[in-house]
């Protein structure tokens, strides 16, 4: 929609009206499954065996970790990491991974590692999130490692630590939270 209200439909071919070469557009496709599936498939399942199922590829991966391109590499009980090798599609326009990328996989790894510590039956979503950038991410430190360690579980909080730490072993961001605990979900899409 512009400015002036118009909602017109512009034409996907139409849409790049900048001086850059047409060898400079990139596409990129990102498939994953439906959601709606994830109750049917994890029903019965801890946190943990849901995390070490999509860690092994038996369950899969969330619709928002297929879309960034980060998969999970650690799921043990209180601790899950994720990793993200570089993409050019995930960089603000100073060519750095954007913040928000980093955001989504603390947001991530550290929900993950808060559901590993919960019976069978019981989620959790995000209540609070807490984020210090350290130093920038591009091309030279990648890929980085998201992971998120429980602090304290109680009832109806579990408090959480998580870092991105680049492929040189230095500290990027830092972060802490507070995930809800939902009980007994159900199994259907609302």
């Known amino acids: 929609m512009s400015l002036a209200g118009d909602d017109r439909q512009v034409p996907a071919e139409t849409f790049v009206e900048y001086p850059i070469p047409a060898d400079a557009l990139r596409e990129r496709t990102v498939r994953w499954h439906d959601s709606a599936m994830a109750g049917t498939l994890t029903s019965g399942l801890s946190g943990l065996e849901i995390m070490r199922g999509i860690r092994d590829g038996t369950l899969p ?7 960034i391109g980060f ?11 994720m990793r993200l090798d570089h993409d050019a599609s995930l960089e603000n326009t100073l060519r750095m991974l954007h913040g928000g990328v980093a955001a ?3 947001d991530t ?3 993950a590692a808060a559901h590993t510590m919960l019976p069978v039956g019981s989620a959790v979503v995000t209540l609070d999130l807490t984020l210090t950038y350290i130093r ?3 091309f030279r430190n990648t890929p980085v490692t998201a992971t998120g360690r429980v602090i304290n579980v109680g009832r109806r909080t579990v408090y959480v630590s998580g870092e991105v730490i680049d492929r040189n072993g230095a500290l990027t ?11 007994t979900r159900s199994q259907t899409a609302v």
């Not at 998969?71 to 990491?81: K, L």
């Not at 961001?173 to 009980?183: E, R």
Request: glycine share 10%; with cysteine; hydrophobic share 45%.
């Open 61 to 67: 991966a969330p619709p928002m970790a297929r879309a």
């Open 109 to 111: 790894a550290m929900g």
């Open 71 to 81: 998969r999970c590499v650690v799921a043990e009980q209180g601790e899950i990491s």
């Open 136 to 138: 920038p991410i591009d």
């Open 173 to 183: 961001v830092h972060g802490v939270g507070n995930f809800s605990v939902l009980s």
């Open 104 to 106: 989504t996989m603390l």
